[in-house]
Each structure stands twice: as structure tokens, then as C-alpha cells.
């Protein structure tokens, strides 16, 4: 039942997939961030869906969106590189990892990082695991030339990370796609006690992108990393929007964090 559930959600994400991507690509570098921070909007009743919306509406309580923009495309007159890689903290199955942070790594590759997603190695709640992941960007590269070269390029089974993260093939045309296991059953995540595929994904991550209340704020949610950060969460949570961003239920948070100075 878990599982099927999970695919009902998935497929119903993936039939709009195709949708999304092309509204994607005919946005300008203006970068209009309610499509692009989809991710938020949980995959609830059409009511919640619609107050998700409403809510998304910036300024959100924590707004670094411009800083992130900025550094993904840069400003007039300045240029940056591309992150060399990126890991993807995925939340639920759906909605969220289907028409938020599969587009949101497809623009990544576009620019030309690594994406690594990572997933939860046992079930909860609704999160999807690293076993379901490989599927569902399989289906999903199915619409998009981006995705299916990139996942050719990285693989999609959980026990072959470790091998292709850093045995990717020269001649490849893509920077890979790839799914690991975090190595946790839980919405949170410690990350002191990781899978020994994270351990290994970590090599050349200069970019870490945490999704959903659990990840995001319960945990880490004052974690500072080696690397520039995004933390991305609707808080759904009364009790807990008022003691971390002094806000309310159903607040935004977009926070980034640069990397220290070395």
C-alpha cells in the first residue's frame, strides 16, 4: 500500500511533467520564482495547493531567492561558473521531487553541474526513497533530452553510485544525473551518520540543497556547511514557525548561505 500510493502520486506528478518543463523553457533569465520553487507546494487537496500559491507570494519570511538567482546567472557585468556539484536533499514522493526538484536539477545539468539526488534508504510519511528515485527519473526522462542524457551519464541504480561518481566516462556528452541513499528512515536527516554512497558523493560538492520542513529546519536548519547552501521549506508547523523565523504556519523559507571564506 506504501508503495502504491507513492506511485499514484508519481504518475499523476509525471503526466504534468512535460507541461512544467515547457513553461520552464520559455521563461527569460528573469527567473520567476514560483514555477521554479514549485517544490514547495505540497501535493494535498486542490484548497491547500491553491493557499500554497497564495503564500509563495515573495516577500517570503526568509528571502534569499535574489541571492541565489544571482549567483546562478549572474549579474550584468559579472559571470559565474557553474557549481562543479551539486546534492539534492529530495522530500516527498509526487508533486515534490517530480515537478520541483527534478526540474530545479535539470537546470542545474543545463549549466553544467553534477547533480546528485539524494534520498531516504527506508520509508516515511511520504518521503520518497533512493529504491523509487532511479524509476521516477527514468519516466521522467522520457520528456526531456536534458534528464535522459544525464542519467545515462550517471546511472540510476542506488548500488552503482559509488563506482560512477568518480568513474564517469570521458567521452560522455552530459554531466551526470545520479541518485544515492542517505542512509536514514526518517523526514530528518543527521548528517554525522550518512550512507557510505554520500560519504562518497560529498567529493567535489560545492553546492548543497536541503528540501522540506524536516531537512531544511527541524535539522540543519542552523548547520553551516564548507559549501554554499539553500535551504528550502514551507513551514507547516505553528509552534515551529514562530520559535525558528518568528513567523507563522504556512510561512516561506528560501535561506542561502555562501560557502566561508577560505
Known amino acids: 500500500m506504501f508503495f502504491s ?3 499514484k502520486e508519481n504518475d499523476a506528478s509525471l503526466a ?24 514547495i507546494i505540497k501535493e494535498q487537496l486542490l484548497k491547500f495547493i ?10 517570503w519570511r526568509e528571502n534569499d531567492f535574489d541571492i541565489f538567482k544571482e549567483r546562478m546567472l549572474g549579474s550584468e557585468g559579472k559571470k559565474h561558473e557553474p557549481h562543479k556539484r551539486a546534492l539534492l536533499f529530495v522530500d516527498n514522493s509526487g508533486v515534490d521531487v517530480v515537478l520541483g526538484m527534478l526540474p ?15 534520498a531516504n534508504s527506508l520509508p516515511a510519511l ?15 526522462a522520457k520528456h526531456c533530452d536534458i534528464l535522459r542524457r544525464a542519467a545515462e551519464a550517471g546511472g540510476l541504480l542506488v548500488d552503482a553510485m559509488t563506482s560512477t561518481l568518480d568513474g564517469l566516462k570521458e567521452n560522455s556528452s552530459s ?19 550518512v550512507s557510505s554512497e554520500l560519504a562518497t558523493a560529498v567529493k567535489n560538492v560545492d553546492l548543497v540543497i536541503l528540501e522540506g520542513m524536516g531537512r531544511a529546519l527541524h535539522t540543519n536548519f542552523n548547520a553551516r556547511f564548507k559549501c554554499e547552501a539553500l535551504k528550502l521549506a514551507m513551514v507547516k508547523n505553528q509552534r515551529l514557525a514562530e520559535k525558528l523565523i518568528k513567523g507563522n504556519i504556512y510561512d516561506c523559507v528560501c535561506r542561502n548561505e555562501s560557502a566561508p571564506a577560505s
Open 104 to 118: 530545479l536539477a535539470r537546470e542545474l545539468l543545463r549549466r553544467g553541474t553534477e547533480a546528485v539526488l539524494v
Open 5 to 7: 500510493n507513492h506511485d
Open 126 to 140: 511520504n518521503d520518497v526513497t533512493a529504491m523509487e528515485l532511479p524509476n521516477i527519473v527514468v519516466e521522467a
Open 50 to 59: 491553491e493557499l500554497s500559491r497564495n503564500k509563495m507570494q515573495r516577500p
Open 175 to 193: 554531466v551526470p544525473l545520479m541518485v544515492v541513499e542517505n542512509g536514514c528512515g526518517s523526514p530528518c536527516i543527521d548528517l554525522r551518520q
Open 16 to 39: 504534468v511533467l512535460p507541461d512544467l518543463l515547457l513553461e520552464l523553457d520559455h521563461m527569460d533569465e528573469v527567473w520567476d520564482p514560483v514555477p521554479v520553487l514549485i517544490f
